[in-house]
């Protein structure tokens, strides 16, 4: 049985590393558009990270929240202290361990939460509204695809 070898690979094909190049580019400016949309013009992506984290996964510690977002904890301790002093989020001592501190959002946090995502979802109708039947289709046929991809 012959193995293929990494210049034998579909992976290593020209046309695939030009639509891998596409595909980022086109996921990069999709992602800078989407990103424009927010509430607050002045919360970082970061900022906004933390608030999102907290909306889907609940309360995390300022080491979770580190971890869960991949930076150093001194960087999400800036985060968090911005986004406290907004009001955006509560620290709170755990019950538990009076060592660890808990991060909650706040009622203006879950807020700009909500209309960031709103302003986004309205906005990207807006864009698929001007796209025909069949290239609504592609979409979503995309969107699962790099969904999988994303899992991985």
């Not at 909650?104 to 698929?128: H, K, P, Q």
Request: proline fraction near 3%; glycine fraction near 4%.
């Amino acid at each position: 049985m012959s193995r293929m070898t990494a210049a034998d690979s579909p992976a290593s094909s020209p046309d695939l590393a030009t639509a891998a190049s596409d595909l980022r580019m086109a996921t990069f400016r999709l992602a800078r558009r989407l990103r424009a949309q927010r509430a607050v013009d002045a919360m970082s992506d970061a900022q906004f990270a933390v608030l999102a984290a907290l909306t889907v996964h609940g309360g995390h510690t300022p080491g979770e929240l580190a971890d869960r977002e991949r930076v150093s904890a001194p960087s999400m301790n800036r985060t968090v202290n911005c986004l406290e002093e907004s009001g955006y989020i509560t620290r709170t001592p755990d019950a538990v361990d009076r060592r660890k501190v808990n991060i909650a959002l706040t009622d203006e946090g879950r807020a700009v939460v909500e209309e960031t995502t709103r302003r986004r979802d309205s906005w990207l109708e807006g864009a698929l509204a001007s796209l025909t039947d069949a290239e609504r289709a592609v979409l979503a046929q995309a969107a699962e695809v790099m969904r999988e991809v994303a899992a991985r």
